[in-house]
């Protein structure tokens, strides 16, 4: 079974965006301030907990669940797109004063994308909120159409596989369905990501989380035939960008990234899949404390 979650420190909604967004904070207040962009789109952020709690040892963190998933599900069925995410993004940093001095964007997965798609609007459209100063993107979502239906390839191909059909074959022989429910469920939800995982096996012990499949649907829609590349020149932040090589996204995406960045490097993790904070935790929390501390100077007042 998964880690317990340790309650934040702070936590509630916000009332500057359109909808209320639940938000949680971690860590010492007065610390360094990063914003931790989670995965989806219509997912929510405390599938990363316990485990991205390590930045919370030298940072004050703040987490939200992003418009559509978790507990920001907005009472009407207006879609929700990339745009209203950026927008989001803006008022949540401005609110709970992350941006008061500078914006520092941890992004997972989507929201490693979204936190590229906040930078671009800010530089370009100057929108309501600062141009970050500095981003971690750990296993960025694709940044072009083509990439990301080789992705949806790739993980499709890797859930019929046969070592995931094996797991599943040995979870319905267990009898855990019968004596244990509870734990029956979670080795389901495991086995339903694991082909993310370099080693399948290893997709144990994880923070269970839904997906809101219509949000995530209205947001891949509003971006139709994207390709971000060109557009991440005018980006002037220094960034991290941590990929694992064996991660269903591939990797060609994040190469693409840090040689359209004006500022960027490059961390590739050779024993990871798409959870580094899983399945390589150390590796993944070494590049970033020692790019945080490189790049700290950018956010002193």
Do not use: C
Not at 28 to 48: S, T
Not at 167 to 186: H, K, N, V
Not at 194 to 206: I, K, Q, S, V, W
Not at 224 to 232: A, I, N, V
């Amino acid at each position: 079974m998964p880690a317990p979650i340790p309650p934040p420190v702070a936590s509630g909604f916000t009332t500057s965006t359109d909808v209320p967004l639940y938000w949680a904070r971690y860590g010492e207040a007065g610390a360094p301030k990063l914003l931790v962009l989670h995965g989806g789109p219509g997912a929510h952020h405390d599938y990363l907990l316990p485990q991205m709690l390590r930045l919370a040892r030298a940072h004050e963190l703040v987490f939200y669940d992003q418009r559509g998933g978790g507990r920001s599900r907005p009472e009407n069925a207006a879609p929700v797109t990339w745009r209203t995410h950026v927008e989001d993004l803006a008022r949540v940093a401005a609110e709970l004063g992350v941006a008061a001095a500078s914006l520092s964007l941890v992004g997972y997965s989507w929201g490693g994308l979204l936190a590229l798609l906040y930078a671009i609007e800010a530089a370009e459209r100057g929108v309501q909120g600062p141009e970050p100063e500095r981003m971690v993107l750990i296993d960025p979502a694709p940044v072009t159409r083509g990439l990301r239906r080789a992705f949806e390839a790739e993980l499709a191909r890797r859930q019929a596989g046969p070592e995931i059909q094996a797991l599943r074959a040995e979870l319905a022989a267990s009898g855990l369905r019968e004596r244990d429910p509870a734990a029956y469920r979670q080795r389901g939800f495991e086995l339903s990501v694991a082909g993310y995982f370099a080693d399948p096996r290893r997709a144990t012990d994880l923070t269970p989380f839904r997906v809101m499949g219509r949000a995530q649907q209205s947001v891949w829609e509003s971006l139709g035939d994207f390709d971000l590349l060109e557009r991440l020149r005018v980006v002037r932040a220094p960034t991290l960008v941590l990929h694992g090589l064996r991660d269903p996204i591939p990797l060609a995406s994040s190469e693409a990234v840090a040689r359209a960045l004006p500022d960027a490097r490059l961390v590739t993790l050779d024993a990871s899949g798409h959870v580094p904070y899983v399945e390589q935790p150390d590796a993944l929390f070494d590049a970033m404390d020692a790019f945080l501390r490189d790049t700290a100077n950018v956010t002193q007042e």
